[in-house]
């Protein structure tokens, strides 16, 4: 299966077929998926946000550097965040044709994360997800960072985000999927506890693929978008 388009599914967030309204302003007043689950145990399904990393490519001075993503939901200020686990990245060389037609190699990092952080949907936070590279270890800083705006639709997107360095030079690019899906507390907790979970500020990060948890897609109402 192309790791560009590893569904919901693989992550233990399959998707079916039919589609529920969500009333998000139920939730409003737990601005986190684990405030949400920590006082939620019931069968009402909670809106979340899959953001899914498959991958990850960058410039080849980033090789064996260590490094981690972290993804915040919402405008500047939200305390929303999911780091993935550190992760050094591999170089890799392709062979490709100049514009003269002579063969050359093309070398740059990368590396599979297929990490999945998850958060709260809330019509209370500004519909945008930031992205950003960060040297691990004591002396932590943004290295590249890259940004969407969450869709009206709750279809899944799989998007390739260009990534660019402190001087908005282009460093490479993010391989992703997002979708947004209803899943009762009771299965998510269950479907937690199962992957290992690991709870976050304000988010759940599953590392690698997990079995399948059913969940719904969501359909927003107007007042959302």
């Excluded at 139920?26 to 946000?49: F, I, N």
């Excluded at 990393?53 to 965040?81: M, N, T, W």
Aim: hydrophobic fraction near 40%; proline fraction near 6%; charged fraction near 25%.
């Amino acid at each position: 299966m192309d790791p560009f388009t590893v569904s919901a599914a693989t992550l233990g967030l399959a998707l079916v077929a039919k589609t529920v309204k969500t009333n998000l302003d139920q939730w409003e007043k737990d601005r986190s998926l684990p405030e949400a689950l920590a006082v939620q145990d019931g069968e009402t399904p909670l809106p979340v946000v899959a953001v899914h990393v498959h991958r990850v490519d960058l410039a080849p001075e980033f090789q064996g550097e260590s490094l981690k993503i972290r993804i915040k939901y919402g405008a500047q200020g939200e305390d929303l965040r999911c780091d993935t686990a550190r992760f050094s990245p591999e170089l890799q060389e392709q062979a490709r044709v100049s514009r003269s037609g002579h063969s050359q190699l093309d070398s740059h990092a990368f590396m599979e994360i297929n990490s999945t952080c998850l958060f709260l949907l809330s019509s209370d936070v500004k519909p945008v997800m930031r992205i950003a590279v960060r040297k691990a270890g004591f002396k932590r800083c943004n290295v590249a960072k890259a940004s969407f705006s969450l869709p009206h639709s709750s279809e899944r997107c799989v998007l390739q985000l260009p990534l660019s360095g402190p001087c908005e030079e282009e460093l490479g690019k993010v391989s992703i999927t997002y979708e947004v899906l209803a899943v009762p507390p009771r299965d998510l907790a269950k479907r937690f506890d199962l992957v290992c979970a690991e709870r976050q500020k304000g988010a759940y990060l599953i590392s690698g693929a997990a079995p399948t948890l059913e969940g719904d897609s969501v359909e927003e109402s107007s007042d959302t978008q």
